[in-house]
């Protein structure tokens, strides 16, 4: 059972181009989590979804940022005209399960490098 | 004030010491406590889960949650080069996953 599969591993933009970020949960899982971190900085929230649906994006920037995770295919975080701001690793966390326990649960991948020059 | 405060470090110990790691939150309703170890350029991965104050043990590693003092800890006993790495505590209540920002651990031999 592969884990959880992130791609591509690094990502280099110029700004104003967009980035598009790929994750593909572990078989059998059906919630995807999307986290951002800064240098020095920890884990930050961006957004929760299941199949078709966004849960809770809380975490997103009000612009430029999106993500869907379709019926079929992986988990898409898009981010449209990047700044040099926008550089910072991405992971992707896939869980069976919802609810408080579902951290139990939650594997991550091992995220995309995003660099905009 | 910050939800989670962790030190970063880094944290330089010799083989063999017994590490502790402190993490300390403010908000009242995380009820979910974790620990996650996350080697370079790896995505985190979980060593510690619990859900009340106390210990849990699992192998060399102990977590420890006091949720009077809003404090929790983590204790590596006999520690080994291969522990060397970053630690992020991670707590849940009504809310996603908050980090803290991690400790970076060198276990030196």
């Known amino acids: 059972n592969a884990g959880v599969m992130q791609n591509p591993r690094h990502l280099v933009r110029r700004r104003g181009q967009e980035a598009r970020l790929r994750c593909s949960p572990m078989k059998g899982h059906s919630h995807v989590y999307w986290y951002r971190q800064l240098p020095e900085e920890g884990l930050k929230f961006m957004v929760y979804?299941?199949?078709?649906?966004?849960?809770?994006e809380s975490g997103m920037p009000k612009e430029r940022f999106s993500a869907e995770f379709p019926k079929e295919g992986p988990s898409i975080l898009r981010i449209q005209q990047v700044v040099r701001g926008d550089s910072a690793a991405y992971f992707c966390?896939?869980?069976?399960?919802?609810?408080?326990?579902?951290?139990?649960?939650?594997?991550f991948g091992s995220g995309t490098q995003l660099s905009v020059l | 004030q910050k939800e989670v405060e962790q030190d970063p470090g880094p944290l330089s110990v010799p083989e063999g010491a017994i590490v502790s790691l402190n993490c300390t939150y403010s908000?009242?309703?995380?009820?979910?406590f974790m620990w996650y170890r996350q080697y370079s350029r790896k995505g985190p991965e979980l060593l510690m889960y619990?859900?009340?104050?106390g210990n849990k043990e699992d192998g060399r590693f102990t977590a420890q949650v006091d949720k009077s003092s809003k404090y929790i800890s983590l204790f590596i006993r006999d520690s080994q080069p291969s522990d060397s790495a970053t630690y992020l505590c991670a707590m849940e209540g009504n809310t996603p996953l908050v980090f803290g920002k991690g400790t970076r651990l060198s276990v030196i031999a």
């Open positions: 619990t859900y009340s104050s």
């Open positions: 966390a896939s869980s069976p399960l919802a609810g408080p326990s579902t951290n139990e649960k939650l594997f």
């Open positions: 979804l299941q199949k078709e649906n966004i849960i809770d």
């Open positions: 908000n009242s309703a995380f009820q979910y």
